[in-house]
T-cell receptor
């Protein structure tokens, strides 16, 4: 069975500073990797995903994540955060089981951007 | 309407009530999911439907009863709930062979 670990439950960071949200996973089979973001009182939205190919993936709002197979990590980074990035971020791994995907989520990291 | 919608957005019910949560997806997907999100706990997968057939039931108490009448609609019927069932209930959908799930905004349930 796969598992996801997000060690940091909360990360405070000043506006325009860089940030890294850590995600490590374990799985005995190949996985797909995702970062979702949840703004207050909303559902989860896909931020970026790694399925195959280039190990560095980017989102449209400046976030990027790099798949590191040897370290089983998929850390999320942004070089300069904005107030609007304040949200909870969930890392997830997915394996195909039968006719559907089985997704396991991490416990989430709350990013608080300080003005 | 686009994406995944959920109604109601907020629900307060007593322990003896019966209510239903509704989810509708407008994406042409073939798989739908119910998740429970409680404070300080990981997102919990409750049920999975693939091509309208239930394929996963993660030891969810029988007071939660899902229904998937077609590939676009998913219901969660609730009866005799407990206060610890208070949480945000999220619905999601995906293409069967794809790996990206699209989430609805959730229903905030409070059980008194």
């Amino acid at each position: 069975a796969q598992s996801v670990t997000q060690l940091d439950s909360q990360v405070p960071v000043f506006e325009e500073a860089p940030v890294e949200l850590r995600c490590n996973y374990s799985s005995s089979v190949s996985v797909y990797l995702f970062w979702y973001v949840q703004y207050p009182n909303q559902g989860l939205q896909l931020l970026l995903k790694y399925l195959s190919g280039s190990t560095l993936v980017e989102s449209i709002n400046g976030f990027e994540a790099e798949f590191n197979k040897s370290q089983t990590s998929f850390h999320l980074r942004k070089p300069s955060v904005h107030i609007s990035d304040t949200a909870e971020y969930f890392c997830a791994v997915s394996v195909k089981t039968g006719g559907y995907q089985k997704v396991t989520f991490g416990t989430g990291t709350k990013l608080q951007v300080i003005p | 309407e686009t994406g995944v919608t959920q109604t109601p957005r907020h629900l307060v019910m007593g322990m003896t009530n019966k209510k239903s949560l509704k989810c509708e997806q407008h994406l042409g997907h073939n798989a739908m999911y119910w998740y429970k999100q409680s404070a300080k706990k990981p997102l919990e997968l409750m049920f999975v439907y693939s091509l309208e057939e239930r394929v996963e039931n993660n030891s969810v108490p029988s007071r939660f009863s899902p229904e998937c009448p077609n590939s676009s609609h998913l219901f969660l019927h609730l009866h005799t709930l407990q206060p610890e069932d208070s949480a945000l209930y999220l619905c999601a959908s995906s293409q069967v062979v794809h790996n990206e799930q699209f989430f609805g905004p959730g229903t905030r349930l409070t059980v008194l």
